[in-house]
């Protein structure tokens, strides 16, 4: 079983930044799109947030875009969510989970059930 692990997540101020750590101890991402969601109190989880394919290609939705970034260091076997400019509606929990073979097409056409693994998630708490 693989399991993600996110960590990062803290309490910052409106306008602050945090980066978001996804990894998985003994598993590569090679091959695997890795995608961030979110879910705020009392909402359903958000996403695809962020999406890094597993042919290089990135997309962000438009709630994140150009304020959020992923990027990955493959000898580390981690995903990173760098997120700047954060706003008090960004205050959720985030995770990240993985799809073999997943390029941005298909990501967007997935139910969340399709995902392979998850993570436990992340708390980010941005304050006013």
């Known amino acids: 079983e693989v399991q993600l692990v996110e960590s990062g997540g803290g309490l910052v101020q409106a306008g602050g930044s945090l980066r978001l750590s996804c990894a998985a101890p003994?598993?590569?991402?090679?091959?695997?799109?890795i995608v961030w969601f979110r879910q705020a109190p009392g909402k359903e989880r958000e996403g695809p947030l962020c999406?890094?394919?597993?042919?290089?290609?990135?997309y962000y939705a438009d709630s994140v875009k150009g304020r959020f970034a992923i990027s990955s260091d493959n000898a580390k076997n981690t995903v990173y969510l760098q997120m700047n400019s954060l706003k008090p509606e960004d205050t959720a929990v985030y995770y990240c989970?993985?799809?073999?073979?997943?390029?941005?097409?298909?990501?967007?056409?997935?139910?969340?059930?399709?995902?392979?693994?998850w993570g436990q998630g992340t708390q980010v708490t941005v304050s006013s």
């Open positions: 999406i890094s394919s597993s042919d290089g290609s990135t």
């Open positions: 989970t993985t799809k073999r073979q997943g390029d941005i097409a298909t990501i967007m056409s997935l139910r969340i059930w399709e995902y392979e693994y």
């Open positions: 003994g598993f590569t991402f090679d091959d695997y799109a």
